[in-house]
């Protein structure tokens, strides 16, 4: 499976920065003492110790090396088995819950039908507690650790109109077709059993999203179970990680990685 290294984008970037330490140099010196009963050392002229020749200049002393630069930041990883895939899930999560925001807050959503702005709301409070959620269950997974918890991604949603219904309902489609290929790319790589029911709990609610927002776009179709996400054998579609970075890429500013995931489970 081709790595991917995603720009978003948590977010929320956690990033370490090693504070180079100034050398200090510490010269001691000593003065010599000559002291002696009845010894007195004297001089009339200036050159009575004078070997003759040029005095030598000293060189000065070479200057310290300046430390050298700091380590760039290392992108967060993913990480390996469930936490990875959990982390997976919340940059998904966290790419959804930042659009609906963004959306309620836009003129669409202002001018949009009770209706319209009834389902936005649900999804946004779903896809927020779908987050928190993720976020929830794996720092428990790491016994606390914050460093293995994806951190909060920046994203740039400026190609979304947000005035414009069709930009938006559009966007959200593709959002949520994405979250449900996600998840069903996504789940035979979890180990655990109750991670792997979570999952498919949320990817139950991620494909009602998606079929009300295709109801919005075309009522009284059959769009929301359409050719293009329901194949031949009456499945829903799969996406692998690499294809859901490739779409959901455009919009994570946040760099992050997933050099561990785990590959899929082909069975015996």
């Known amino acids: 499976m081709k790595k991917p290294i995603v720009k978003m984008e948590v977010v929320e970037s956690t990033s370490k920065n090693k504070n180079s ?8 010196m000593s003065g010599l003492a000559i002291a002696g009963s009845g010894v007195l050392l004297a001089c009339d002229t200036d050159d009575v110790f004078d ?16 430390d050298p630069d700091p380590e760039e930041p290392t992108a967060f990883d993913l990480g390996s088995g469930d936490v990875g895939i959990l982390n997976y899930a919340l940059a998904l999560e966290q790419l959804e819950a930042a659009f609906y925001t963004a ?44 460093s293995q918890v994806l951190p909060e991604l920046e994203f740039n949603l400026d190609s979304v109109d947000l005035s414009s219904r069709d930009s938006v309902l559009q966007t959200a489609m593709a959002l949520e077709d994405t979250g449900v290929g996600a ?29 009300a927002i295709r109801s919005l776009l075309n009522p009284d179709s059959a769009d929301f179970a359409g050719d293009d996400i329901i194949d031949e054998n009456g499945l829903d579609i799969e996406y692998d990680p690499a ?7 455009p919009f994570i500013e946040t760099e992050f990685t997933a050099n561990e995931l785990p590959e899929p489970n082909t069975g015996s």
Do not use: M, W
């Open 21 to 28: 330490k100034s050398r200090r140099r510490f010269i001691k």
């Open 243 to 249: 294809e859901v970075f490739e779409i959901a890429g």
């Open 183 to 211: 998840y069903n790319g996504a789940g035979d790589r979890l180990e655990s059993a109750t991670y792997l029911t979570i999952a498919g709990k949320i990817v139950s609610v991620e494909a009602r999203h998606a079929s």
């Open 51 to 66: 070997p003759g020749g040029e005095t030598p200049v000293p060189e000065p002393e070479p200057e310290p090396e300046p």
């Open 103 to 146: 959306v309620r807050e836009g003129d669409y959503y202002a001018g949009a039908s009770d209706e319209e702005q009834q389902v936005i709301d649900d999804l946004y409070n779903h896809e927020v507690i779908h987050r928190d959620f993720l976020r929830a269950a794996i720092l428990e997974a790491v016994g606390g650790d914050e």
